[in-house]
């Protein structure tokens, strides 16, 4: 009597269940891609603004236990702190010191401008001042809008005392005190 022969059970995957898988991975990636993008540009624009409100608050903090003021100088892309001196001019993309004419460069700060992240300062000088002892800014009202390429936005906002706080001028960031 001849064996009865068993068909053999193929373990694994065939092609098409391979291409139905890709398929599906690539819808799910397709939908995910933007908002991550969102994600990590919100996420830049936060650290960016947080930066900045760091940096102005050391500013406001060193004009108080110095006798002399410290001035923040906005440009495109980057910023620098400075002890008060006349005729000073901040330029952040020279290698070195950015100031010339000032006793002592505090710090300067860029940002790449490849992260799809940009800052205006409020004012057409983009200067602010502490005035030294009272850590008072000048101007009064200063404030710096932090962009981000996807459309989320923080601002930085000095009051007359100089206290830092930041907002969301257009509702961008949950969690985020919209601006008034």
Known sequence: MLATMKPKRVIGVS??????????????????????????????VQAVAEQISTDLAFARAESGLRP???TVYFRQNCYSMAYFSTGANC?????????????TEL???RV???IGVS???STASGLVGFQSPQMTPSPADFS?????????????????TG?????????????VAACE
């Open 144 to 160: 710096v809008l932090v962009s981000g390429v996807r459309g989320a936005q923080l601002r930085v906002e000095l009051n007359s």
């Open 112 to 114: 790449p401008a490849n």
């Open 91 to 103: 330029v952040c993309t020279r290698d070195g010191n950015a100031c010339n004419n000032v006793t």
């Open 119 to 121: 800052f205006a300062p």
């Open 15 to 44: 092609l098409v269940e391979v291409m139905v898988t890709m398929a599906v991975l690539g819808v799910i990636l397709a939908l995910a891609a933007p908002s991550f993008a969102d994600m990590l540009n919100r996420r830049r």
């Open 163 to 175: 206290r830092v706080r930041t907002c969301s001028p257009n509702s961008s960031f949950s969690g």
């Open 68 to 70: 002399r003021g410290v």
């Open 107 to 109: 710090k300067t700060a």
